[in-house]
Nanobody, 119 residues
Framework: QVQLVESGGGLVQAGGSLSLSCAAA???????LGWFRQAPGKEREFVAA????????DYADSMKGRLSISRDNAKNTIYLQMNSLKPEDTAVYYC?????????????WGQGTQVTVSS
């Protein structure tokens, strides 16, 4: 299984932007990849996913229009650009790799990166 390491989290004011990265140890070209998030006291929820080819993407309704997911298979890295951030976007963000769609879980997870949005 591929090992994943997220980076790019931090503190940002409401309305600001952040770009998250997830680097994989090993090839990612055969995996669908995605992002989930978990806020304190809440269940982990789906944020975004991208197919192995990069042609198809999927986004959570709550964040649609504010996100862009992309991947660079040559660099074994996926990215999540988040714009117009809101305090309710505060959570730990995890990337995942999956043999299917990466929208419901995965076979590998990163350790997470904290995103905090201040009002």
């Amino acid at each position: 299984q591929v090992q994943l390491v997220e980076s790019g989290g931090g503190l940002v004011q409401a309305g600001g932007s952040l770009s998250l990265s997830c680097a994989a140890a090993g090839g990612i070209s055969s995996y669908a990849l995605g992002w989930f998030r978990q806020a304190p006291g809440k269940e982990r929820e789906f944020v975004a996913a991208i197919a192995w080819s990069g042609r198809n993407t999927d986004y959570a309704d709550s964040m649609k229009g504010r996100l862009s997911i992309s991947r660079d298979n040559a660099k074994n890295t996926i990215y999540l650009q988040m714009n117009s951030l809101k305090p309710e976007d505060t959570a730990v963000y995890y990337c995942n790799a999956d043999f299917e769609t990466a929208t419901e879980g995965g076979v590998s997870w990163g350790q997470g990166t904290q995103v905090t949005v201040s009002s």
